[in-house]
């Protein structure tokens, strides 16, 4: 059974902050890895993507793959209220033609 | 900007009764997918369709069945409600070669059956 784990939280962090979520992924032939928000009551927004090791930035969102630890991250730098949401994890089912395996989602909550 | 909609935001049916929901994108996506999510259970895939008149079983089809006979639309068919089907309904879309692209959304639709 291919698997994405993600601590459900919540985190809780002050304002300003440096948020960090991390999901761990079981299928060792996973190339593609996404980060969704989902605010309360809507649905899930792509906000990040990353196919390669390492670090990819984009405003205040960095997100980070270690393939060999099978690890994917998701910081978000100088947290805004805003930010509090669910975070999914995904990672796409390796042959599988799009089709993703997602995890359970982190809660954050970002205080004023 | 990809555009996935569906065709209710919320909804109420007695059990028994037959729900259509259907869901449209702009963007000339060959794949579509149907999901439902539920307080703890995450999302789950119901079915999904690579091409027109295609489709495949998700992790849990039973209760459900879909059509597509539009590139640009897929329909999820429940033909006679339950209690346990009321959930958020999400529809989503990506591209053939997907694999670098993740899936689009629609914004969902609140099923409750009473």
Redo the contacts between chains.
Sequence with gaps: QKEVEQNSGPLSVPEGAIASLNCTYSDRGS??F?WYRQYSG?????IM?I?SNGDKEDGRFTAQLNKASQYVSLLIRDSQPSDSATY?C?V?EYNQ????I????TELSVKP | DVKVTQSSRYLVKRTGEKVFLECVQDMDHENMFWYRQDPGLGLRLIYFSYDVKMKEKGDIPEGYSVSREKKERFSLILESTSTNQTSMYLCASTPATSGRIGQYFGPGTRLTVT
């Design positions: 190339q593609s996404f809507k649905s899930p927004e792509l993507s196919y999914l995904a796409v033609g799009g089709k993703l997602f995890g359970q989602g």
